[in-house]
């Protein structure tokens, strides 16, 4: 089984006949390329044109994060599967404004939906989070009113705050007070967690794109411009709360990530080495980690669950089923 591997060190990555070679001071380590499904690159590193030539002929996705751990770009190989057909599709029902808020309202509806999921765990381990949820529920009646693309974002941004504000009470802890949501960049330990988790799932979201027919430049919810890509944004919101918030939640409450993880700055704190490294391996296992699916009567990977989500939004495209999001059944 494929898999992807983590540069976190400084150094050099190069190709070895078949082989990805990465190179740091005195040491080396090889990675057959045959193994390789996606590369995350953390540390500052070195490559040429003949490593890419590598990448691209078996297709294996490289993304770059800076230093605070925010997703900055990918090299992107080319596309397999991309099918002429659905890329019409997609652009349909992006210029058609009701095909395009139908699909939004569901990524929205189903973000909701997964944070009243993540709420309802902690509400039955005795924390007092009823009136979060209540709230949440008077955004999420009027996910389907509003008319426009903006007026949902705001609805969704509104909604998110009223879920972050639960924070505090989940973990109890003053080492990791969230406050607020602060990006860009984030200014306290819990914020840094939670924007490092969702430049992760930025990329995981992509790679899973890049291995169905669908376009990733074309999103719903998030504004199809000149950014680079905005579908794995979409679809990253449904598992944010499933995902992303969890990791971050349970490392914090099981001492797993402590301050001495990070490092503060003027107007910033992020990880450092050591606590990037934890997380990713915490993110990994999760990612890993499988729940059963109702549909298909068996066990699936959380990773696994983002393809099968792009796979049903690709039936919808077509016309062949309505898209429903994901909804987590813990």
Request: aromatic share 12%.
């Amino acid at each position: 089984m494929k898999e992807g591997i983590i540069v976190i060190n400084n150094g050099e990555l190069k190709r070895k006949n078949n082989t990805v070679c990465f190179i740091s001071g005195d040491e080396k380590k090889f990675i057959p390329i045959e193994n390789l499904k996606e590369i995350y690159v953390l540390g500052d590193v070195s490559l040429n044109k003949k490593f890419l030539e590598l990448l691209n002929k078996h297709k294996v996705i490289m993304h770059f994060f800076n230093f605070y751990g925010s997703y900055i770009g990918s090299f992107y190989p080319k596309e397999f599967l991309n099918s002429g057909c659905l890329i019409l599709k997609q652009a349909e029902h992006y210029l058609d404004l009701d095909k395009r808020l139908l699909l939004a309202r569901k990524f929205v509806y189903g973000a909701l939906e997964n944070m009243k999921k993540v709420l309802a765990y902690y509400v039955n381990r005795g924390k007092r989070l009823s009136s979060v949820v209540q709230n949440i529920e008077l955004f999420q009646k009027s996910v389907q009113t509003v008319n426009s693309i903006e007026e949902l974002m705001a609805l969704e941004g509104n909604a998110k705050n009223y879920y972050y504000s639960a924070f505090d009470e989940i973990i109890k802890s003053s080492d990791f007070s969230f406050i607020k949501r602060t990006r860009r960049p984030p200014q306290n330990r819990l914020n840094a967690l939670l924007s490092f988790s969702y430049s992760l799932l930025y990329a995981v979201c992509l790679t899973e794109i890049y291995h169905t027919h669908l376009d990733p430049r074309i999103g719903y919810l998030h504004a199809t411009n000149f950014r680079r890509f905005s579908l794995n944004l979409d679809i990253a919101e449904i598992f944010k709360p499933v995902i992303a918030d969890r990791v971050v939640l349970s490392v914090v409450n099981k001492a797993i990530i402590k301050p001495h993880h990070f490092e503060q700055e003027i107007n910033s704190v992020t990880l450092n080495e050591k606590g990037k490294k934890i997380f990713l391996e915490e993110m990994r296992k999760k990612l890993a980690s499988t729940i059963h699916h109702n549909r298909l009567k068996r066990n699936v990977s959380y990773q696994n669950l983002i393809r099968l989500e792009l796979y049903k939004l690709e039936k919808h495209l077509l016309g062949e089923a309505e898209y429903t999001p994901f909804v987590s059944n813990w």
